[in-house]
């Protein structure tokens, strides 16, 4: 890997980096054209899909009763760390969960109350890996806010993987199905006569079905993109090359799309971090995708002529995963202006918050962290307010809302407040 300036970076480099989109836009007309025939096509399209891209022939679409046996046949020990995995990440989500609340403003009995949604799908990916812990970080959120029922599509192979669909188990899913990719997407949304349609979809995915989530989104909500893996280590002469260097390799290790950038105003350390990515990814198994990801556009290693400008560049980048490896981690936190999920210190490396640590993973990617947070319980929550005025709170505002109902030419709103006090 090259170790660059951030001062020197062209405009095209600067795009490159801060307006990434991994390949996203470029799947959408792939994406487009896949949705519409699984919207018309329904299951004959889930078929044909699964055989072209997964190369798989798909016989029940449906394996809601696969995951129980699956669970069930499972190591015992690994099925321990998955539910290890699943009791941390219920913690974390429980803790989020909101309380209704009512409070007395002079009169007016003024609330919020919390109802979750009924049906939500939760996309879990398996193209190039498996991927249990998405099936955790999905499903136990939309069960911890009360969804009744959380279905689940993940991409279909010859020989299902036992621990994605044992997650599925354990983390309460109430409906499987085989399908992958945009394919997955669109029925979750539109339903077809094996899958039924749900209200949101939420999860990760690679960059067809992140644009098949772009594409549904106005028929469906949807979380958020969720797109190839990022990760931004922001770092001090304190932080150990090589464990910096692991934590770029371990995100770059997803995706020949993800991207992975560390920025430091160390120059050794730079050529340290540069170095040791290289030597690690020779030695890692998927080193093949490991060195296409380090190779894209958007990842790096920058040096800053001071820390100041490491903390500009680490906010307008606004990585999925933000790591701090410096001596003054929350004075710099409370500096960058985002990152979507923030790894602090030495012994935090991302992939603990990845499986086990309990925040969730999936996380908005392509610079989106400016503006939204991770999957969280508020996800499958709709708030109301709920408000009663007693006869004296309606009276003391009443002048008010006649006055700016009138000034608004909606005289029939004053009048309805004019009606509670008529004799
Ligand atoms: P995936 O399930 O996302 O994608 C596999 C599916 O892609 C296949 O079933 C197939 O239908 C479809 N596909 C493959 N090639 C295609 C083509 N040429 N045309 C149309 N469709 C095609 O699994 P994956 O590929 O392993 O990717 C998982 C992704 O999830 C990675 O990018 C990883 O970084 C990302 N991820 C993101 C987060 C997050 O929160 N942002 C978290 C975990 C994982």
Same mark, same amino acid.
């Given at each position: ?7 020197d970076?062209?405009p ?6 801060f307006d990434?989109d991994a +390949? ?5 007309d @792939?994406?487009?054209?896949?949705v ?6 329904g ?6 899909? !699964? ?6 022939s798909v016989?029940?679409?449906?394996i809601?009763?696969?995951v ?10 690994l099925?321990?760390?998955?539910? @290890?995995a699943?009791?941390?990440i219920r913690? #974390?989500?429980e ?10 403003f002079e009169?007016r009995?003024?609330?919020?109350r919390?109802?979750p949604?009924?049906? *939500?799908?939760?996309?879990?990916p ?14 136990i959120?939309?069960?911890? %806010?009360?969804?009744?029922h959380?279905?689940?599509?993940t991409p ?7 621990? &994605? =669909?044992?997650a599925?188990?354990v ?7 085989q ?11 539109y ?13 990760p +995915?690679n960059?067809?079905? &992140? ?6 989104r106005e028929?469906?909500e ?14 001090d002469? @304190?932080a150990?090359?090589g *464990?910096?260097a ?18 430091? /105003?160390?120059?050794s350390?730079? %050529? ?9 990814a ?7 995708v490991i060195?296409?990801a ?7 290693? $920058? &040096?800053a ?11 307008e980048y606004a ?9 003054n ?13 923030v790894? =602090?210190?030495?012994?935090?490396p ?8 309990g925040p969730?993973?999936?996380? /908005? &990617?392509?610079? =989106?962290?400016?503006t @939204? ?6 996800? $499958?929550l709709v708030?109301?307010t ?10 003391d ?6 006055t700016? !109902?009138?000034t608004e030419?909606?005289?029939a709103?004053?009048?309805s407040?004019?009606?509670? #006090?008529?004799e």
């Open positions: 890997m090259n170790v660059q300036a951030v001062a970076l062209s095209d480099e600067r795009a490159a980096l990434r +390949g996203v836009a470029a799947a959408r @792939t994406a487009r054209d896949i519409e025939r699984v919207r018309t096509e299951d004959v399209a889930l078929r044909e899909y !699964a055989e072209e891209f997964d190369g798989v016989g029940n679409v449906d809601t009763d696969e129980e046996r699956a669970a069930d046949r499972l190591d015992d020990d099925l321990a760390h998955i539910e @290890t699943a009791a941390n913690e #974390f989500h803790a989020q969960r909101p309380e209704n609340w009512t409070k007395e009169g009995e003024l609330g919020r919390y109802r949604l009924e049906r *939500v799908g939760a996309y879990v398996g193209g190039t890996a498996a991927y249990p812990s998405s099936a955790l970080m999905g499903v959120p939309a069960k911890v %806010a009360g969804v009744d959380v279905a689940v599509a279909p192979a010859e020989d299902l993987n036992d621990a &994605t =669909l044992a599925i188990h983390a309460g899913a109430d409906a499987v199905y399908a992958g990719g945009a394919q997955a997407i669109a029925a979750l949304a339903g077809t006569e094996s899958v039924s349609s749900v209200q949101k979809i939420v999860g +995915g960059r067809f079905v &992140t644009a098949a989530k772009a594409e549904v028929d469906c949807i979380d958020f993109l969720a797109g190839p893996s990022e990760v931004l280590v922001i770092a002469g @304190t150990d090359p *464990v910096v692991s934590d770029l390799v371990a995100q770059a290790e997803h995706d020949p799309n993800a991207s992975v950038v560390a920025v430091t /105003p160390d120059e350390l730079a %050529a340290d971090i540069a170095q040791q990515c290289d030597r690690q020779g030695e890692r198994d998927r080193s093949d060195q296409e380090l190779d894209n556009d958007a990842s790096g290693v $920058f &040096t002529r001071s820390m100041s400008e490491a903390v500009l560049f680490a906010g990585a999925e995963h933000l790591s701090i490896q410096a001596e981690d929350e004075e710099l936190l409370d500096r960058i202006e985002a990152g979507g999920s790894f =602090l210190g030495p012994f935090s991302v992939a603990a918050g990845d499986y086990a640590a969730n993973h999936v996380l /908005p &990617t392509g610079g =989106l962290a400016k @939204t947070g991770g999957l969280s319980v508020d996800h $499958f708030s109301q709920v408000q009663r005025l007693d006869r004296d709170a309606l009276a505002i009443s002048e008010t809302v006649t700016l !109902a009138e030419g909606l005289e709103h004053a009048e407040v004019r009606k509670r #006090f008529e």
